[in-house]
Structures are given as C-alpha cells and as structure tokens.
C-alpha cells in the first residue's frame, strides 16, 4: 500500500492491485472504493463544525459517521472531525480530483 | 503513483459538488413550477397551469440531465431536498414575473459553475454546461416575450382571459 497522506489522527493509503483505498482510523483501517471515498467525503465536509461550538446545536460536541453503507460507525469528537476535514480535502488534492483546498463545506 | 481516482473520475469534485448545487437548483424549479400550475388551476388560468406542467417537467429533464452526467463521469449525484416553495401569488402578473426572476437566477448559477469550471481547466464541465447556456437564453426569453403580451393585452375586463388564452403560443 502507498501512503498518499497523513494526519495527526489519520493515514490514508492507496492500493494500486485492489484499485481501492484505505484509511486508517486509528481503532480500525477501512477499505473504500472511489464512490465510498466520495461518499466519505460529502459526509464530512458537510459537517458543521460550528454546531460544536454551540450546545443547542450539538450538545456533546460528537459526531456519528456511518461509512461504506453502514458498514462503519464511527463516533468522533471536534477535533477528531476537523483533522478528517483537512485530511480529506488534501487527499483529494494529492490523487489530483480536487483542484484546490475547500474552506467551505459542501 | 497510479492515478487510480483520476481513471474513475473524469470531472474535478468541485465541479461535481456545484453541479450537485445545481441539480438541487432544477429540482426547486420543477417544485416551484409546479405550485404555480396549482395557483393557476384554482383561479381559473388552464392553459397558463398547462404551461407551468411542461415548465416544471423541462426542469426535472434539466436535473436529470446533470444527474446523469454526474454517473457518467464517475462523480456521485446527490438526490436533491426540496422545501420552502411558495404557493401564493398576488396575480398571473405576479407568477410570471417570479418566472422570469427564477430563470435570471438558475442562469447567473450556471455562468457561475462554467467560470470556475473554465478556472479549474476542467473542460468536460465547461463543455457540457454549453447546452445549458442556450436553454437558458431561450428560457428566459420566453417568460420575457409573455411579460411583454401581459403588458400589450394589459389586465383590465377580457386581459385576464386573452393572456391565459395567448400563453397557448408558447407551449410547444
């Protein structure tokens, strides 16, 4: 497997033989395909990381990411949340789909 | 490094994320076109609601035709929430000229995506928005071109009934 990027909580790889992609989380490592990994990335970025700033909004400031049509659940804090944003987004940029860093959600 | 994103998908995810935008943009239009076909039914404008019938089923082909874009370039269509669509209308003046402002609206976004499509070089985008361009002038042209037999037919006695009756040109 080929390290594409690394954050303080997370490593993405990419497995050129299965053309597949994994992230390891820490606890566990997933594998995603690319329409997994898009759905991954839709789910995070649209994340709003201000509701963990306001206890109406997000009272335990925790989110629940369900991956790979539920098969991966994962509960994740803000700062857990905000390192996925950013490894997510640089990723992209890495494999050459993104064309720039968003700072907006989508 | 194999590029093994770049052979599954052939457009840049900012591109796919302001088309998802804009799919959700066309399927506000069907909903909205279709609320203004209820208005027109219930008093009394039949061919005006047949007209927004065909508007609200063009803009569900728009919708469908970015939806289906999306899969052929291996991005990932999102199916769009609808909410907040007005049912009341002041007159038949007033749910045309909506019309109109609802058109120059989903033009200014789509210009706005073959902008940043053209300063991303992603030119799959940019091409396929071609078709879009042109729909669009012709879209507004004909909201434009009924707003001017509104205010020629003017509203007074029989204008209500001439302009609904006159609407049938523009159905194709």
Not at chain 1, 51 to 72: A, I, P, R, T
Request: aromatic share 10%; with cysteine.
């Amino acid at each position: 497997m080929e390290l594409i990027c690394q954050s303080k909580y997370y490593t993405f790889y990419q497995a050129e033989k299965e053309r597949r992609f994994y992230i390891d989380f820490g606890q566990k490592t997933i594998p995603l395909n690319l329409c997994q990994l898009i759905a991954l990335r839709h789910k995070v970025l649209s994340i709003s990381i201000e509701d963990h700033f306001d206890s109406d909004l997000n009272k335990h400031g925790f989110e629940v990411l369900l991956l790979c049509n539920k098969e991966h659940l994962f509960v994740l804090n803000t700062l857990e949340i905000l390192d996925l944003k950013e490894l997510v987004q640089h990723s992209f940029c890495v494999m050459g789909i993104a064309a720039t860093r968003q700072t907006a959600s989508v | 490094m194999k590029d093994i994103a770049r052979q599954s998908m052939s457009i840049k995810v900012e591109s796919m994320d302001m088309l998802n935008g804009q799919i959700k943009m066309e399927a506000h239009a069907s909903a909205i076109y279709l609320a203004m076909a209820s208005w027109c039914e219930q008093n009394g404008f039949f061919t005006s609601a047949k007209f927004f019938f065909k508007q609200a089923e063009e803009e569900r082909e728009h919708m469908m035709k970015i939806f289906n874009f999306l899969i052929d370039t291996g991005g990932s269509p999102i199916s769009p929430e609808i909410s907040n669509i007005n049912h009341d209308y002041s007159s038949i003046v007033d749910v045309f000229e909506s019309t109109l402002e609802h058109e120059v609206k989903v033009t200014t976004s789509i210009h706005n995506i073959v902008k940043k499509a053209r300063e991303l070089g992603d030119i799959t985008t940019e091409r396929f928005l071609d078709w879009f361009v042109m729909e669009q002038v012709e879209e507004e042209n004909t909201i434009r071109d009924i707003l001017d037999m509104i205010e020629v037919t003017g509203t007074e006695g029989v204008g209500l009934q001439m302009i609904d009756n006159q609407v049938a040109n523009w159905i194709e």
